[in-house]
T-cell receptor, first 107, second 119 residues
Framework: DIQMTQSPSSVSASVGDRVTISCRAS??????LGWYQQKPGKAPSVLIY???ILESGVPSRFSGSGSGTDFTLTISSLQPEDSATYYC?????????FGGGTKVEIK | QLQLQESGPGLVKPSETLSLTCTVS??????????WGWIRQPPGKGLEWIGN???????FYNPSFRSRVTISLDTSKKQFSLRLTSVTAPDTAIYYC???????????WGQGTLITVSS
């Protein structure tokens, strides 16, 4: 199985700050990685697919990068509505696996 | 707009079988290399993929569930189902149904249904 390790597990930042979340795969997954945002009481929603392609309707302050084993989700200017938990997921091979999540809080 | 809706019992007794159904509406169900999947989330914890059924009927399961899980498809009703046997307290979670296609992430999700395992 491919293990997905996210860091940090939580981050607290101010509005306007740049926030970076890392996701590492235990083996190479090309660019077959997605990022999700989950708000309390809601299902996750996809932000990014193919490691760096923004899903339609997602604000441009979100961006993704990486390939192989190391990936990054960046929020360029944190907004109050970005308070949520973020997950990465590899879609390269079965079993599909998620990272442990990163909780983003607003200071 | 594609919509998915889980339905199930809410409460299941230990050692019994959990059965959930996901009903798909508002979009295509077959073809397009669609996978229909189940993901769960224990209260306050992260996401865990349970398994997928491809529109052809092929299934893919998380080995963590060994032989306890079965996912099936009913294309005539635009539904797919999850069956998890011998449940215990750690199976208490919000269960989501969702769709993905090929190497893309799950792009449509149900609202989730809380399943509690308790006597």
């Amino acid at each position: 199985d491919i293990q997905m390790t996210q860091s940090p597990s939580s981050v607290s930042a101010s509005v306007g700050d740049r926030v970076t979340i890392s996701c590492r795969a235990s083996q190479g997954i090309s660019r077959r990685l997605g990022w999700y945002q989950q708000k309390p009481g809601k299902a996750p929603s996809v932000l990014i697919y193919d490691a760096s392609i923004l899903e339609s309707g997602v604000p441009s302050r979100f961006s993704g990068s990486g390939s192989g084993t190391d990936f990054t989700l960046t929020i360029s200017s944190l907004q109050p509505e970005d308070s949520a938990t973020y997950y990465c997921q590899q879609i390269n091979s079965f079993p599909l696996t998620f990272g442990g999540g990163t909780k983003v809080e607003i200071k | 707009q594609l919509q998915l809706q889980e339905s199930g019992p809410g409460l299941v007794k230990p050692s019994e079988t959990l059965s959930l159904t996901c009903t798909v509406s508002g979009g295509s169900f077959g073809g397009g290399d669609f996978h229909w999947g189940w993901i769960r989330q224990p209260p306050g914890k992260g996401l865990e993929w349970i398994g997928n059924v491809h529109y052809t009927g092929n299934t893919f399961y998380n080995p963590s569930f060994r032989s306890r899980v079965t996912i099936s498809l009913d294309t005539s009703k635009k539904q797919f189902s999850l069956r998890l046997t011998s449940v215990t307290a750690p199976d208490t979670a919000i269960y989501y149904c969702a769709r993905h296609r090929g190497y893309y992430p799950f792009d449509f999700w149900g609202q989730g249904t809380l399943i509690t395992v308790s006597s």
